[in-house]
C-alpha cells in the first residue's frame, strides 16, 4: 500500500472506529435509538426506529429533466439493495420491517432531487446484479465497489469511501496488515464481494511466497458467520468496515483488527449507485449526489449514521475501481 493510501485509510478507519462507540442495545423507552460517540466524545442517538424523519431535500428540476422519460413518466425510481441485516449501512428497524440506514437515507436524498417517489427493494446480493441486468431495478445503493470488472456491464456515480475491516473475536491478538497475516488462516466473506476477490488474491500471494493459503468459508447469513467466530471455526470475518465496527461496538464480543482499501493496495475504493450499462442514468444519479453533497444534506446524512469519515467531496462517473487483478 502507498504511504499516502495507507495513512488515509488507516484515518478513516480509525475515525469510524471512534465514532462507533456505541451503546450495547437500544432504548425501547426512548423511540428505539442507540447511542453513538463521536470523535470529540460527544454522545449523539441513531434512531433506529420505523419512524425514521428522513432528511430532505427539494426536487432540482434541471437535473430531473436529465432523468430518461419511461422513468419520469413511471414517477418512481426503483431502487435495489441487499437484504442481509448490514447496519448502519442497510437494515431492519426495530419493527423488523422498515428499511433504514445510511443508503436508504442517500437514496431517498438522490430521489427527492429527482422529482420521483422512491421504492426499495431489498434482495439477495446476486439478485441485486441480476434486476440491474434485466432493467427490473433502475439503480443499486447497497455499499457497492466500483471495480474495473463490474464497469464493463455498470455505470457507476460514486457517493462514499470503501474501506474494508477484518473483525475477529475479541482478544483475539491478531493483527492484519497484509497478505502474510491472513496465510493459513480461516477467513469467512460473502460470495460474489470484491472482499472475496481481493482475499483469493491473497491467497494467492501467499501461495507463490511459500506461504499457506487463505481456508476461505462462506456462510448464509450474518449471524452464523459470527457464531463461527465466536466457537473459533474461523478466525476473521472479512467484509465493510462500517459493518464490522458498528457489530464490535454493539455487541462488545468482536474488534476490528485490520483495514483495507476496498480498491486494493494502491487505489482508495469507492462505493457507487449502480446502473445498467448506457441505461441514461447515471449522469442525473451523479448530479443529484453533488447536489446534496453541496447543499450539506448528504453531510448531514453521514452524521446521522456515524459515517462522516467515509464522505467524498464529489460524486465522479466511472472513475477508476479495483483492478481485475490487484496487485
Known amino acids: 500500500m502507498s504511504t499516502t493510501l495507507a495513512r488515509r485509510t488507516t484515518a478513516a478507519a480509525l475515525g469510524l472506529a471512534t465514532a462507533l462507540v456505541l451503546a450495547a442495545c437500544s432504548n425501547p423507552t426512548d423511540g428505539g435509538t442507540t447511542e453513538v460517540a463521536d470523535t470529540s466524545g460527544a454522545k449523539t442517538k ?18 430531473a429533466a436529465e432523468v430518461p422519460e419511461k422513468i419520469r413518466k413511471r414517477g418512481t425510481l426503483e431502487l435495489v439493495a441487499s437484504s442481509g441485516s ?6 431492519h428497524a426495530t419493527d423488523n420491517k422498515t428499511v433504514i440506514g445510511v443508503e436508504p437515507d442517500i437514496a431517498y436524498l438522490v430521489a427527492n432531487v429527482l422529482g420521483l417517489k422512491p421504492h426499495i427493494n431489498t434482495v439477495s446480493w446476486e439478485n441485486i ?29 460514486t457517493y462514499r469511501e470503501d474501506n474494508l475491516g477484518f473483525e475477529a473475536k475479541k482478544g483475539s491478538g491478531l493483527k492484519i496488515t497484509g497478505p502474510e497475516d491472513v496465510a493459513g488462516r480461516t477467513v469467512a466473506v460473502g460470495s460474489g ?33 459470527y457464531l463461527a467466530l465466536q466457537s473459533g471455526r474461523i478466525d476473521l470475518y472479512l467484509g465493510p468496515n462500517p459493518t464490522a465496527a458498528y457489530h464490535a461496538a454493539t455487541t462488545g464480543k468482536t474488534e476490528v483488527v485490520g483495514t483495507y482499501s476496498g480498491a486494493g493496495a494502491t487505489l482508495q475504493g469507492l462505493i457507487a449507485a449502480t446502473t445498467k450499462k448506457d441505461s441514461g442514468l447515471v449522469k442525473p444519479l451523479a448530479d443529484a449526489l453533488n447536489h446534496i453533497i453541496d447543499n450539506g444534506t448528504y453531510a448531514k446524512v453521514l452524521g446521522r449514521w456515524g459515517l462522516s469519515d467515509e464522505a467524498v467531496t464529489k460524486s465522479e462517473i466511472n472513475p477508476p475501481g479495483l483492478p481485475k487483478t490487484n496487485k
Open 46 to 63: 441513531i434512531n433506529i426506529s420505523a419512524d425514521q424523519n428522513r432528511i430532505t431535500t427539494g426536487k432540482v428540476d434541471s437535473i
Open 86 to 91: 448490514a447496519a448502519p449501512l442497510t437494515f
Open 129 to 157: 446484479f441480476v434486476g440491474l441486468d434485466s432493467a427490473k431495478y433502475d439503480a443499486g445503493l447497497s455499499n457497492i465497489t466500483v471495480t474495473e470488472e463490474r464497469k464493463e456491464k455498470y455505470d457507476f456515480a
Open 193 to 225: 464481494t470484491n472482499q472475496e476477490k481481493l482475499l483469493i488474491e491473497w491467497s494467492k500471494e501467499n501461495e507463490k511466497a511459500g506461504r499457506k493459503p487463505v481456508n476461505i468459508k462462506y456462510y448464509q447469513n450474518d449471524s452464523d458467520t
